[in-house]
């Protein structure tokens, strides 16, 4: 049976190698000699062995190709090079990246304000009877001094949206009382009134069509004030 042959071969190898390295016989597989081989197994073989020692392994399906290996050279010394710098933050070459550092919260984006107002909005001051008040007030107007408004002037009208930005502005009015001694009068019925609102001109005339701030002193007040309001604009 063929079963029995092939494993009389496998046999008859390693017989044959077994004592390989005390003899100066060499290793062929199917011609190509293999010497120094190790740790091979080759199936369905014939192995023979001539006259002078060598062992002829014939197995068919394998294949023995002999390449000729040049050792390297020795690399001739060079001068070293100085190494690129690199820019700040960037790892060095085979170095592990660093972790990005945490980044604080970002406050969330608020809405834009339009670019440019699209209504004009004025000052105008009234009084019945100019001086009875006993007061000045000076205006600001986000926190930049606009003007002082005089007890004893005629009315004041003046056009204010260059002083203004678009959306929210804070307008202050500190109100001063003269002295005692100087006070024409005492009566509630005497008004220092500044108004500031939307409007529009024609004709040598103002008309405020929709105000939006009021501030007033009487006569019968008697103490310094200071009051802040907030106008928004469009």
């Known amino acids: 049976m063929k079963k029995p042959?092939?494993?009389?071969?496998?046999?008859?190898?390693a017989l044959a190698l077994a004592p390989f390295g005390a003899h100066a016989g060499s290793v062929f597989l199917n011609g190509v000699k293999i010497d120094g081989v190790t740790n091979q197994r080759f199936e369905k073989a014939t192995v023979r062995i001539d006259e002078s020692g060598n062992v002829h392994i014939d197995?068919?399906?394998?294949?023995?190709?002999?390449?000729?290996v040049t050792p390297p050279s020795a690399p001739a010394p060079s001068a070293p090079t100085a190494q690129t710098p690199t820019a700040p933050g960037t790892p060095a070459p085979g170095a592990a990246p660093a972790a990005p550092a945490a980044k604080p919260p970002s406050a969330p984006p608020q809405a834009a304000a339009p670019g440019r107002l699209?209504?004009?909005y004025w000052l105008v001051t009234e009084q019945p009877v100019p001086g009875m008040t006993g007061y000045d007030i000076d205006v600001f107007i986000n926190s930049k001094w606009l003007r002082k408004l005089r007890g004893n002037e005629d009315q004041v009208v003046t056009e204010i949206t260059r002083s203004l930005q678009p959306g929210a502005n804070t307008v202050t009015f500190i109100a001063r009382k003269g002295l005692a001694a100087d006070a024409r009068s005492s009566s509630p019925g005497h008004v220092?009134?500044?108004?500031?609102?939307?409007?529009?001109?024609?004709?040598?005339?103002?008309?405020?069509?929709?105000?939006?701030?009021?501030?007033?002193?009487?006569?019968?007040?008697?103490?310094?004030?200071?009051?802040?309001?907030?106008?928004t604009t469009r």
């Open 59 to 68: 197995a068919p399906g394998y294949a023995a190709r002999v390449t000729t």
């Open 192 to 231: 220092f009134r500044v108004i500031i609102g939307e409007g529009n001109e024609g004709g040598g005339n103002v008309m405020i069509d929709n105000p939006l701030i009021r501030f007033q002193k009487t006569a019968a007040d008697t103490q310094d004030a200071t009051q802040e309001f907030t106008l």
């Open 5 to 13: 042959l092939f494993t009389s071969a496998l046999a008859a190898a």
């Open 118 to 120: 699209t209504q004009r």
